[in-house]
């Protein structure tokens, strides 16, 4: 067996043992975060009675709510002068949440991401093009540092530009990129425009991941390229990418039970559920020093896959991440609320009372369109004023979301209106 380090191929019994260590570590440490020593408080923990896996359902949840409240700093256990690093979810304004990382979170961070690429057959011979966007995103820098980790010469390429990324490709001989799903497939496109033969790349194996996909999307991703494409799946709550990842079985995700403490839990009523069924992602940090998170709610729906896997390894599988538990949308790798969008809508004093999302796919690239009811007293004949109007709307929303949406105004009580729950969203792209 070719492990990148020992803890990658333990068996259940010596993963068990490593849990139950790091999980009163992980307890201890939390404790002295302002957050969780009030949380722990308030809800009775007995630090004590927590000696492993088995007492964690005893604890309370975190969810994004908390790491809002505890905005900017009240989760961390040692001074911010402690921290080396931090990560932010998009959105500019009090939704945003933020993560903190030591100089050992960003060691132990390359090293599980360093272990994933491992795990698919990456090596330091091989030369890395990274077109995730870099900056708060942490499919950036926290990918990145894994291919360093190995020793793989790094490109850090960022997003878009497809020209520059095919010449980069080409020049550098490139083996190994990481890229999310739409995106690999709109530079397929391009590269078979511009003539990019088989024969003038050298690419091998890719990452996907950051965004739900299906199996569809990475065969095809495959055969465009000709390569193998692993998924990856992370969040910025737990580092970023490098918390779950596929084997050469490519046969669900092996989450690294060494680091994280993974639960699948009922969405509605929080109970644990048995294994291969459907539910919320739930995970406690095993690892972290700064700012570790205690039963941390993803609103991510997926499953453990029942069984062995024929790789060897003993860290469980996860099942493709089948949607969330909440709204948020995901789109060109970036989160988004309907809430941020209503906000901002709703500080417009032209914009009526309804609007609706519409998120498109054209091409493989998507596209996000924003139907906004205007009120009736500014729906006027004038278009430049429509015009200007349309623009302010666009631009107040890319500072919050930082993604250009098409804007369409619409007449007051044109959109449908439902009695119920108001439907924010359309999502055309399945
Ligand atoms: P972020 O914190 O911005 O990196 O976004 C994390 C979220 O992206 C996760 O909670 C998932 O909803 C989604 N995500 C990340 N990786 C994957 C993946 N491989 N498959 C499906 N969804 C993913
Ligand atoms: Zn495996």
Redesign the pocket.
């Known amino acids: 067996m070719n492990a990148y380090c020992q803890e990658e191929f333990f068996s259940r019994a010596e993963l068990i043992r490593l849990q139950e260590v790091r999980l009163r570590t992980t307890m201890a440490r939390a404790a002295r975060s302002p957050f969780y020593a009030e949380q722990f408080a308030r809800a009775g923990v007995d630090l004590a009675s927590i000696q492993g896996p088995q007492d964690i359902v005893r604890l309370p949840f975190t969810t994004k709510d908390d790491l809002r409240s505890a905005y900017p700093s009240r989760m961390l256990t040692r001074p911010v002068s402690d921290m080396v690093r931090l990560h932010a979810s998009s959105g500019t304004t009090g939704s945003a949440t933020v993560i903190y990382y030591t100089r050992n979170d960003i060691d132990s961070w390359a090293d599980l991401m360093a272990r994933c690429m491992h ?1 698919v057959g990456v090596r330091a011979e091989d030369t890395f093009q990274n077109m995730s966007g870099y900056g708060l995103f942490t499919g950036g820098l926290g990918i990145h540092y894994g291919a360093e980790r190995l020793g793989c010469l790094t490109i850090p390429a960022g997003a878009g530009n497809s020209k520059r990324q095919l010449k980069l490709l080409e020049d550098f001989q490139v083996s190994v990129i990481h890229i999310i799903p739409p995106y690999a497939l709109h530079l397929g496109t391009v590269k078979d425009e511009l003539g990019y033969t088989p024969d003038r790349l050298k690419l091998r194996v890719a990452l996907i991941g950051a965004e739900p996909h299906t199996a569809a999307i990475r065969q095809r991703i495959e055969d465009v390229y000709g390569i193998k494409a692993y998924n990856s799946y992370g969040l910025s709550e737990m580092n970023g990418p490098g918390v779950a990842f ?4 490519q ?2 995700m ?1 989450i690294w039970e060494d680091a994280y403490l993974p639960e699948i839990v009922d969405p509605e009523t929080g109970r644990p559920l048995p294994d291969g069924e459907i539910g919320e992602l739930v995970i406690t940090t095993l690892c972290r020093e700064g700012m570790p998170l205690i039963r941390y709610r993803t609103k991510d729906l997926t499953r453990f896959l029942p069984g062995d ?5 003993k860290h469980r ?1 996860l099942d493709r991440i089948m949607g969330r538990a909440d709204d948020m949308i995901i789109i060109k790798g970036v989160n988004i609320y309907p809430m941020q969008v209503e906000q901002v809508l709703m500080s417009i004093p032209e914009v009526g009372q309804n609007y609706l999302i519409v998120l498109e796919r054209e091409g493989y690239l998507d596209q996000m369109r924003v139907k906004v009811e205007v009120k009736e007293e500014f729906f006027v004949e004038d278009m430049r004023e429509l015009k200007n109007l349309q623009s302010r709307i666009s631009s107040r929303l890319r500072d919050e979301i930082l993604i250009t949406a098409r804007i369409d105004l619409v007449e007051q009580n044109s959109l449908p209106n439902s009695e119920g729950k108001a439907q924010r969203v359309l999502d055309l792209r399945k």
């Open positions: 795990m596929e084997c050469l079985e046969n669900g092996h896997c024929p790789c060897g390894r599988r």
